[in-house]
């Protein structure tokens, strides 16, 4: 079987509790902090290593106490780290995420040492193929991403391409995904770029996701078991890939992709027990 090769970000996410979110201009007193640990790249590679692929992680972080201990989890957990370099002199990204009592959540990223990822970082896409799924995020240079879909895809490997934190991409490169992944809204911005992508999967929260006009709902999650909705996305990818890789099909891959976004939501964190 094949691996999911993730290029992709990983922060420390600082996480406060309030009763609701904060309106411009408005402080509000937040319960607890804790540090755990995010970024969509470490959080998909993880969602896909859960989901049963073998996994492989590009990306940077700082020569800092957190960048270490991040490189530690990853490889107590059975990711292949070797690609990930520490950038001497910065420190690992940050994310500051504050969750209300609905769940819902507004973050703030600090790129860190995911700014100093570059296509010279990219060797290991010299070895994959047509048995591999490389999935990418928005969250590192868009020339690495750029870089990463043209090479994954001349090496013959299949490309999940998740349009988040939207921006806009050159139309060949999203062109190469298959699928690119955006949410209801990301995919209203899209629509508005001169880019047409060959396959196309949004997802629509607790109302399922639709790929190509195949439209599927997931797991039924009561308001009282949402707890936090940070990771959901990411688990949906990560499962995705994970599926693809292992030869499913789009309804397969969908249903487990779903599957995995409804548990995500039941846990704090972007990732299983991911205090650090």
């Known amino acids: 079987m094949g691996r999911v090769v993730v290029v992709g970000s990983l922060n420390i996410d ?3 509790h ?41 990306g940077c972080v700082g020569s800092d106490e957190a960048g270490s201990a991040y490189l ?22 940050h994310a500051f995420i504050t969750v209300d009592d609905a769940g819902e959540n507004s973050v703030v990223v600090v790129a860190g040492a995911n700014a100093e990822l570059s296509p010279g ?25 750029i870089a990463s879909v043209r090479r994954a895809s001349s090496r013959g490997a299949r490309v999940v391409l998740n349009l988040a934190p939207y ?24 629509a508005d770029s001169e880019a047409v ?7 629509f929260g607790a109302a399922g ?11 039924a999650v009561e308001a009282a078991e949402v707890i936090d909705t940070t ?4 688990a949906f990818c990560g499962a995705l890939s994970a599926a693809l890789v292992a030869g499913a099909d789009r309804r397969e891959a969908m249903q487990a992709a779903l599957a995995a976004g409804a548990v995500a939501v039941r846990h704090v964190g972007a990732q299983p027990d991911p205090v650090l």
Do not use: C, Y
Not at 169 to 184: F, G, H, K, Y
């Open 14 to 16: 600082l996480v406060t």
């Open 18 to 58: 309030v009763e609701r979110l904060p309106k411009p201009g408005e402080t509000v007193l937040g319960t607890g902090l804790v540090r755990l640990a995010g970024g969509k790249g470490a959080n998909q590679a993880v969602a896909a290593l859960v989901a049963g692929a073998t996994v492989v992680m590009v």
């Open 72 to 93: 530690a989890r990853l490889t107590a957990l059975g990711i292949d780290t070797a690609p990930i370099r520490v950038a001497t002199g910065f420190t690992t990204g």
């Open 121 to 145: 970082d990219l060797d290991v896409l010299g070895t994959v193929g047509p048995g591999d799924v490389v999935l990418l995020q928005l969250e590192v240079p868009l020339e690495v991403v």
């Open 167 to 190: 921006a806009s991409l050159a139309p060949d490169v999203v062109a190469l995904a298959d699928p690119l992944v955006v949410n209801e809204h990301e995919a209203l911005w899209l």
């Open 197 to 203: 992508p060959g396959s196309l999967l949004v997802t």
């Open 209 to 219: 996701a639709t790929w190509d006009g195949l439209q599927l709902t997931g797991p």
């Open 231 to 234: 990771g959901a996305g990411d």
